[in-house]
């Protein structure tokens, strides 16, 4: 079968309804009074010739194609006539599947530009609550500092605290044995009688790997049975479960 | 006493991005209903004005102040757009699908997407642009989705009704389809 040199890749559609589309759309093919058979030599035709470039073709292109084979045999046999005529066409079946796909494609489209409209549109992140907090806990001591300095200080904390944000990067490797930091964090959970939120257990890390390192060893512990946690407005608290010890 | 409408203002200037809804405002500011609909209106007109870089927008739900689009060109001198947030084709496919025909199975949005579907689920709950509704009354129970105020907030939309009708396709418009 002659197909044209450029072969587009199967990675570009969306999968096998899309593929066909387009070879409708490429062959001028008749989507209402669908030619099944020149549909089928073209997307076998397709398939071949991205199989020839050595792409992986998904189980779901596959299993359309067989479809369509059926559904071309069935048309160049002679039809029994004890076949009973309710049955539903599958050709039509397949015309309609195709314009719906078509439809939520479209639809796609219009969400698509929608989307870049949005994603212009800047918003500020929330004023956070901790401010409030730490000047609540600023008016009852007495420092000769305002609030404002102690907000100043705790924000420049924070922002040295940002570990996740993308910097600079220079590579070290840090090993951490996973002894060590469960038995850690067994202790800092045994101290506290109330529950601990996760970043509490997180706040002093200086890089991610022990940030992960960290939860990981909770995950182990609640695997274990060895803490309780419960989620509250996105935040994790954990507990030392007593009943383990 | 400031009036209402500053304290309005003041309070959609601090949740900034998380935006609030009217309920909320209606018990912080303790007003009726009638009245501080009355003042959304008039602080989003005025800041309809071309005086202002900034808009209140009601998607989802939530309203927030966000920067106007006329400002573009100039804010992104400013920011460099992380272009890998916006969502991918198969994703928009299939939320266009689950937006339409919500709640919606796994199952009939793989039939008429023809292909699985299972990771794209994951990853839009992951990015809560959709969740969890229940589950059908079909064999197995199957967990049936929807979209959430996120969703509507990603595509500038305050409600559903604001999507375009879904297109329908006749045979005599095949030429101009296809």
């Known amino acids: 079968m002659a197909m044209e040199d450029f072969v587009i890749s199967i990675d570009r559609f969306e999968g096998p309804l899309d593929l066909m589309l387009h070879l409708i759309r490429e062959k001028k093919m008749d989507l209402f009074d669908l030619d099944v058979s020149l549909l089928c030599d073209q997307y076998i035709a397709f398939i071949h010739a991205n199989e020839e470039r050595g792409l992986t073709i998904a189980a779901e292109y596959l299993s359309e194609l067989a479809g369509l084979i059926e559904m071309k045999s069935n048309r160049l046999l002679p039809k029994r006539k004890t076949e009973e005529e309710i049955e539903e066409d599958p050709r039509e079946k397949l015309i309609q599947r195709l314009i719906e796909y078509q439809k939520f494609k479209d639809i796609s489209q219009i969400l698509d530009r929608y989307q870049k409209e949005r994603s212009v549109q800047f918003t500020k992140t929330l004023s956070y609550p901790e401010e409030v907090r730490i000047m609540e806990a600023a008016d009852n001591s007495e420092l000769k500092v305002s609030p404002y300095d102690l907000m100043k200080a705790m924000n420049r904390c924070l922002r040295r605290l940002n570990i996740s944000r993308f910097q600079k990067a220079t590579y070290s490797f840090k090993e951490y044995d996973m002894q060590d930091i469960s038995r850690e964090v067994e202790n800092f959970l045994k101290k506290e009688k109330e529950s601990v939120s996760f970043w509490d257990l997180i706040k002093n890390c200086t890089d991610l790997l022990k940030a992960i390192s960290i939860f990981l060893c909770v995950l182990e512990m609640i695997y274990k049975k060895q803490v309780v946690y419960t989620l509250q407005q996105e935040e994790i608290y954990l507990k030392w479960s007593e009943v383990y010890a | ?178």
Request: charged fraction near 30%.
């Open chain 2, 1 to 178: 006493m400031p009036e209402k409408k500053a304290e309005a203002e003041a309070l959609l200037y601090i949740v900034g991005e998380d935006g609030i809804t009217t309920d909320s405002l209606i018990s912080v500011l303790e007003i009726e209903k009638d009245e501080i609909l009355k003042i959304l209106e008039e602080l989003r007109e005025e800041y309809l004005s071309e005086v202002h870089g900034i808009e209140l927008t009601e998607y989802g739900g939530l309203w927030r102040f966000m920067t106007k689009k006329e400002v573009n060109e100039t804010a992104l001198k400013l920011l460099q757009l992380n272009q890998s947030t916006t969502l991918s084709q198969s994703a928009l496919e299939t939320l266009a699908i689950i937006a339409y025909k919500q709640p919606i199975t796994r199952v009939e949005i793989e039939e008429i997407r023809g292909v699985g579907c299972e990771m794209m689920l994951r990853r839009l709950l992951t990015r809560n642009l959709i969740k969890e509704a229940g589950r059908a009354d079909a064999p197995g129970r199957p967990i049936l989705y929807e979209v959430t105020p996120e969703f509507m907030d990603t595509f500038s939309l305050v409600s559903l009704k604001e999507l375009p009708e879904l297109p329908t396709y006749q045979s005599e418009e095949e030429e101009t389809l296809f």
